[in-house]
C-alpha cells in the first residue's frame, strides 16, 4: 500500500505532462523508516528519451548526500511512459535498485501533455519481481483531473 | 591505505547490512578485490567483463570514476568512495 497526498500525485502528473513526449522521473523522499513520501524532488531524464530514463551521475551523487544529511531515503520512486501503460518494463524490473521504494510509473500515452484522465500505479520490485499495489490518496480526491 | 566506502541499500546484504565498510588498495580496482575478499560476492555486482558494469555508478570523492581513470583510477589516504546504482529504466530496453 503506497499512501500518498493528492498533492504529491498531482506533482508527478504535472511533471510527466510538461516533459512527455520524453520519460519524467524523479524521487520522493520522506523520513527514514517512515514509508512516508513528503519532499517532492524532480529529477532530469539525462537520456531525454521517450522510451529511457537514467538519472543524471551527479545528479544522482547529490541527491543521495542530500537525502543522508536530512534523514531521508527515496520513498517513491516514479518515472512516467509515454507511448505504453503504467507497468513495469523489463528494464525496469532488471534495474530496480531500491528495494524498500515505491516504484510509481504513469502513463501520458492518451493525453499528452493535455489535462484528463491518466493511469498512475505503483509497485514493489523486489530481487526482479513486481507486486502491484493499492494506492491510497490521502485527501479522497479522485483521480482525473 | 584504508578507505572508507560508502554502500548502497542493494548490496548491504553482502556487508551484513553496513552502510559504510573501510577498503584497501591503491587503485579502485584493488578496493574491489579487497572488498570481494572481505564481502564475497559484492565484486561481481560491480564488476562484469573486466569493467564497471553500466549501471553502477562508483564515485571517487565527488566524481565519477568514469570521468577519472575508471578501475584504474588511483586512490589516496583520506579518500572516500561512494557506491550509487544507477536509478534507470524505461519503456523499452536501450538501443
Known amino acids: 500500500m503506497l499512501r500518498i497526498s493528492q498533492a504529491l500525485v498531482d506533482q508527478i502528473v504535472q511533471h510527466a505532462r510538461a516533459d512527455h513526449p520524453d520519460e519524467a522521473c524523479g524521487v520522493i523522499a520522506g523520513p527514514v523508516g517512515s514509508d512516508r513520501p513528503e519532499r517532492f524532488i524532480p529529477m532530469v531524464n539525462a537520456a531525454r528519451s521517450p522510451t529511457f530514463y537514467e538519472f543524471d551521475s551527479g545528479d544522482l551523487l547529490r541527491l543521495y548526500r542530500d537525502m543522508d544529511d536530512r534523514d531521508e531515503e527515496p520513498v517513491v520512486i516514479y518515472h512516467s511512459h509515454t507511448a505504453t501503460e503504467a507497468f513495469p518494463s523489463r528494464t525496469d524490473v532488471a534495474l530496480a535498485s531500491e528495494p524498500g521504494a515505491h516504484y510509481v510509473l504513469v502513463s501520458t500515452r492518451e493525453t499528452g501533455q493535455q489535462t484528463g484522465p491518466y493511469e498512475l500505479r505503483s509497485y514493489r520490485i523486489v530481487g526482479g519481481e513486481v507486486r502491484e499495489e493499492p494506492i491510497e490518496v490521502s485527501d479522497l480526491q479522485t483521480f482525473g483531473s | ?95
Open chain 2, 1 to 95: 591505505m584504508a578507505v572508507e566506502v560508502r554502500v548502497p541499500t542493494i548490496l548491504r546484504e553482502f556487508t551484513g547490512g553496513e552502510k559504510s565498510v573501510s577498503a584497501q588498495g591503491a587503485t579502485l580496482q584493488g578496493i574491489i578485490e579487497d572488498l570481494d575478499a572481505n564481502y564475497p560476492g559484492i565484486g561481481g555486482r560491480l564488476v562484469e567483463d573486466g569493467g564497471l558494469r553500466r549501471f553502477v555508478n562508483v564515485y571517487l570523492n565527488d566524481e565519477d570514476v568514469r570521468f577519472l581513470d575508471g578501475l584504474d583510477t588511483a586512490i589516496a589516504d583520506a579518500d572516500a568512495i561512494t557506491i550509487l546504482p544507477a536509478v534507470a529504466g524505461g519503456a523499452v530496453a536501450r538501443p
